[in-house]
């Protein structure tokens, strides 16, 4: 079969529509190997109808109703978003609860990677020191200071990867006391003990700010090691606004002083072999289209599911774009228990949305349209997919560390589904690998973790050569297998864990933290 042979692709048996899979689409009066002709041109990645589709009638995707058709749409169709009505979201009572019972998977035995172990039985798969900030104020001088550790002291201390510091919008001129105000708290908290920080947190604050260092770090709730080998049960602040801080370079100098103890004490970190059980990986997808349900979250699930028989941790997330599949969810729920919370997280981010006047009809953008995701319902179907097959066993409120629940294996972990506070809220879960698929492209990245890029088209894997890890839409084109790219990516992450760099980690490529602050701002 050639490139220009016309292809699509078919999701389930039941299903009215298929997808175009031909690089730039494919014209009016295009005919398929059974015969089924276009009647108009119909772009990559966009529905064509299978069969004619009457007014009113389900257009049905992945065997699930992804809408009802607005008038009729003749056979051989382009089977677009205006075309179709979106169902009303599922309820969230009589749902199939722990239904599914999937067999054990073998076990998944002998896999290792080179890692940091961290004194609280966590690994790291990068050696960082991480400088937190209690408000936003002082993010100016931390990137100041940053810059000049990088520059004079980090090449004094070859074992220690970067220097990043945790800036964010938040602090002051907040209700931290209203309901919801523990998240982004909590959020600040757990992402300073991520263990790709090796537990050495340290903190700057302004001094005046609502979040004090010691309502960020309350007593006991870490355990910072000296470089005289103690251990003490605070981080070091440097506070700006002490009476010690003689002008703007005396507060640089501060922060340098204490990174540098920090530092020493990073430094002597060596990577040993770690089981494959000790990776704690977030998977997500953004700037989706079509295909991400097809070839790249796929070959994530099918990755999924072989972490999971190697006793390693996966999370995933994004709560609108999983509310319209919730029946899928709550019947893989390893008990009722975890079932249970999963509803109770849909059912606050329904009010919370309601709340903003929006329903979860606003998730999907016009580049998830332009990629042929006609709605929100369509997008969730190829979204799930990332989660494999396994039960889910436990459930991570926003902000969340997955540790607290004492639970491995497969976590839902809420969060809202922009890629930034997702991120974010995955690495204060404890994320120390991320894996992102991309169909639109993004060069989207963390400073504190490394984060592999996946791309669900030929097209943009070979535009975007050197931003993107891997290429699952050789499985559109069947050069490859979702099989075969699962055991590629899983193969990668033990190298990434190990020290490879991933492409955005080469180009230093990385977005904010963006923490998910659902109360007011005062």
Known sequence: MTAST????????????????????????????????????????????????????????YNVS??????????????????????PARELDNLPIATVKVPPLEPLEGYTFQGY??????????????????????????????????????????????????????????AIDAPGANIPIRTIHNISKNPNFGGQAMVVSLGCEKLQPTRLFPANSIQIRRKDDTVATEPPVVCLQDAGNVGFMSMVDSIMQTAEAQLEVLNKRQRV????????????????????????????????????????????????????????????????????????????????????????????????????????????????????????????????KATTKGVKGL?????????????????????????????????YGLAECPVIKVATRDDLARRWHDLMDVNAGRIATGEATIESVGWELFQLLLDVASGKKTWAEHWKLHNALVLFNPAPVT
């Not at 009066?29 to 041109?41: C, K, N």
């Not at 205006?82 to 169902?87: A, N, R, S, V």
């Not at 960082?128 to 004094?156: H, N």
């Open 6 to 61: 016309p292809r699509r692709i078919l999701m389930h048996a039941n299903d009215n529509v298929a997808i175009v899979v031909n690089d730039g689409g494919l014209p009016a009066g295009t005919v398929f190997d059974d015969g089924l002709t276009l009647v108009e041109t119909v772009p990559q990645g966009h529905k064509v109808a299978l069969t004619d589709i009457a007014q009113g009638q389900s257009v049905l995707r």
């Open 66 to 87: 992804i809408g009802r058709a607005v008038r009729d749409i003749p056979k051989g169709s382009w089977v677009s978003e205006q075309l179709l009505e979106m169902p």
């Open 117 to 174: 172990r961290n004194e609280d039985g966590s690994v790291g798969t990068r050696n960082l020191l991480g400088i937190t900030t209690t408000v936003q104020c002082v993010s100016g001088v931390v990137e100041f200071a940053v810059k000049r550790i990088k520059a004079e002291l980090l090449p004094k201390y070859p074992n220690v990867d970067d220097v990043v510091g945790l800036e964010h919008t938040y602090g002051c001129g907040v």
């Open 273 to 400: 072999t770690c089981p494959a059980s000790d990776l704690v990986v977030g998977v997500q997808c953004g700037g989706s289209d079509a295909f991400s349900g097809v070839t790249a979250n796929p070959a994530v699930g099918f990755a999924t599911d072989l972490l999971v028989r190697a006793g390693a941790t996966v999370m995933f997330s994004e709560v609108t774009e999983v509310r319209d599949g919730i029946d899928q969810l709550t019947s893989r729920a390893v008990n009722a228990e975890v079932a249970e919370e999963m509803i109770r997280e849909m059912a606050w981010y329904d009010a919370y949305l309601t709340r903003g006047g929006v329903d979860r009809s606003a998730n999907t953008t016009p580049g998830n349209k332009k990629g042929g995701l006609s709605n929100i319902v369509e997008k969730a179907m190829g979204s799930i997919v990332k989660s494999g097959s396994v039960p889910i066993s436990g459930v991570l409120s926003p902000g969340e």
């Open 411 to 443: 976590l839902y972990t809420a969060t809202p589904a922009s890629d930034f506070i997702c991120g974010t809220l995955q690495l204060a879960a404890g994320m120390n690998l991320h894996v992102f698929t991309t169909g639109r492209g993004t060069p």
